[in-house]
């Protein structure tokens, strides 16, 4: 009798298997997920460079992904991108002296693109179920380099424990990141501008919400970072979101008035 069930029970679950089968993801998804860094470990190796370089008396602040998901974008950055306010030290002294602080963490890796010779700095990260060697990233940049401000110290905003360039020049810098990607001529970059959009959108929005407005940093922004940012907005408004100009003109820019 016992036996008679156990092959029913097998039966059942070979005939209906699919009304039990869990939803679950797609393996190369989890793998995916599984190298990437978490939100959590963006911040923790986040905390530790902003600590160390504060600790040697440099003033820091992130920007790009890193940033706009402190400031409440929906998306986990893949990387930390940290500007470093020194006019004597060069962005690959900055990295060594990175690496030599912790070499259990931090390493260095030469750039795969030919005839550079800058170095890529990474942080260790806790293994998963299906990756042994994980990393993050870490850029670290200048002011001037890519057209980074230099944001005053006292105007760095402070969010979890970490700190960040203001909106309004953050939202300038994602839009010139959109424009990089969507006139490159790599394909695989011309699909990053689609997350620049999303990005772009989701920070105007929390910059509308926050009462941020350009009048606010035109004292001390560049005047040609400023012109420059207005122009590709136009660009970004005639192209692609027209719609979005009244939120625009919300937090202090001028629009075409034909769009709005």
Request: charged share 20%.
């Amino acid at each position: 009798m016992s036996v008679w069930v156990v092959r029913t029970s097998f039966s059942f679950l070979n005939t209906h298997c699919h009304l039990l089968r869990p939803i679950a993801t797609p393996t190369h998804q989890l793998v995916a997920m599984s190298l990437a860094p978490t939100d959590e470990e963006v911040k923790q190796v986040a905390r530790r460079v902003v600590r160390f370089l504060g600790a040697h008396g440099f003033t820091t602040y992130l920007f790009g992904g890193a940033a706009c998901r402190l400031y409440g974008n929906t998306r986990t950055p893949n990387d930390v991108d940290l500007v470093v306010l020194t006019s004597i030290h060069t962005t690959e002294a900055l990295k060594l002296l990175i690496s030599r602080s912790d070499p259990s963490t931090f390493y260095l890796r030469p750039s795969k693109k030919v005839g550079e010779t800058y170095k890529i700095l990474y942080a260790r990260l806790s293994p998963t179920l299906f990756y042994s060697r994980r990393s993050c990233k870490v850029d670290i940049l200048i002011p001037g380099i890519i057209n980074i401000p230099s944001v005053p110290p006292t105007l760095i905003h402070t969010m979890s424990e970490l700190p960040v360039m203001p909106i309004i020049p953050l939202l300038l810098l994602k839009l010139q990141g959109w424009e990089d990607h969507r006139t490159s001529s790599r394909s695989d970059m011309r699909q990053k501008q689609y997350v620049d959009i999303r990005d772009i959108e989701q920070l105007l929005r929390i910059a509308v919400e926050r009462g941020a407005n350009l009048a606010d940093d035109l004292g001390w922004l560049p005047q040609e970072f400023v012109s420059t940012g207005r122009a590709r907005l136009a660009r970004f408004l005639e192209t692609l979101r027209p719609a979005h100009a009244t939120r625009w003109a919300e937090i202090g820019f001028e629009v075409n008035e034909e769009i709005l």
